[in-house]
C-alpha cells in the first residue's frame, strides 16, 4: 500500500507574506493561464526559465533573494531594451518591454525612496570613514550587500557618488 504526502493542498491559500516568491510566480503563473493573460503568461515564463536557469548553472536551490536578483536583472534588460527601441522608432516594441517591467515589478519588495537611500549610503560613508571618489568601490560593496533587493542600484550609485563627492 503506497502512502500519498501532498506538500501543498491547492485548497488551502496562504498569505502573500508567508508565501515563498517562488511559489508566488509559480501560482501567477497558473493564474495567468487560467486567466488567458498570454502576454502577462509569456513575462513570468520567462522570469521562470531565468529562475531554472540560474539553478541549473549553479546547482542551488534559489531562495528569495537570489530571486530578487534575477527579477531586478531582467528589469534593467527590459529597460535597457525599450530605451534601445524608443531610440530607433520602434514604440510598439518599447511598449511591450515597458509593460514586461509592470509584471516584473510585482515580484520585488518595497523599494527604498531616494531620501532613504541617501541617508543609508551617508551613513555607511560615515562608517567607513570613507573620504573620496578613491573608496567608491569600498562604499559600492557595503551598499550593494545592505541595500540589496531594496533600492535601484543606478540611484544607490548616483548617492555613493554625491556622498564622496560632498
Avoid: H
Avoid at 486567466?35 to 531554472?52: F, H, N, S, V
Avoid at 560613508?125 to 540589496?148: F, H, I, Y
Wanted: aromatic share 4%; glycine share 6%; proline share 2%.
Amino acid at each position: 500500500m503506497r502512502a500519498f504526502v501532498f506538500l501543498r493542498d491547492p485548497f488551502i491559500s496562504l498569505p502573500e507574506s508567508t508565501m515563498s516568491l517562488k511559489l508566488r510566480i509559480s501560482d501567477d503563473m497558473k493564474a495567468a493561464m487560467r486567466a488567458k493573460e498570454a502576454d502577462r503568461l509569456g513575462t513570468i515564463r520567462m522570469l521562470m526559465a531565468a529562475m531554472k536557469q540560474k539553478e541549473v548553472d549553479e546547482r542551488v536551490e534559489l531562495d528569495d533573494a537570489m530571486i530578487v536578483g534575477i527579477v531586478d536583472k531582467l528589469i534593467k534588460q527590459r529597460k535597457d531594451a525599450a530605451q534601445q527601441y524608443e531610440a530607433g522608432n520602434r514604440p510598439d516594441l518599447a511598449d511591450k518591454e515597458k509593460s514586461e517591467i509592470v509584471v516584473l515589478e510585482a515580484y520585488l519588495p518595497q523599494r527604498l525612496s531616494a531620501d532613504e537611500v541617501n541617508a543609508a549610503v551617508k551613513a555607511i560613508v560615515v562608517e567607513l570613514g570613507a573620504t573620496g571618489a578613491g573608496d567608491m568601490g569600498k562604499v559600492m560593496g557595503v551598499v550593494k550587500q545592505r541595500l540589496a533587493g531594496q533600492a535601484d542600484m543606478a540611484l544607490v550609485s548616483a548617492a555613493v557618488k554625491s556622498a564622496l563627492a560632498g
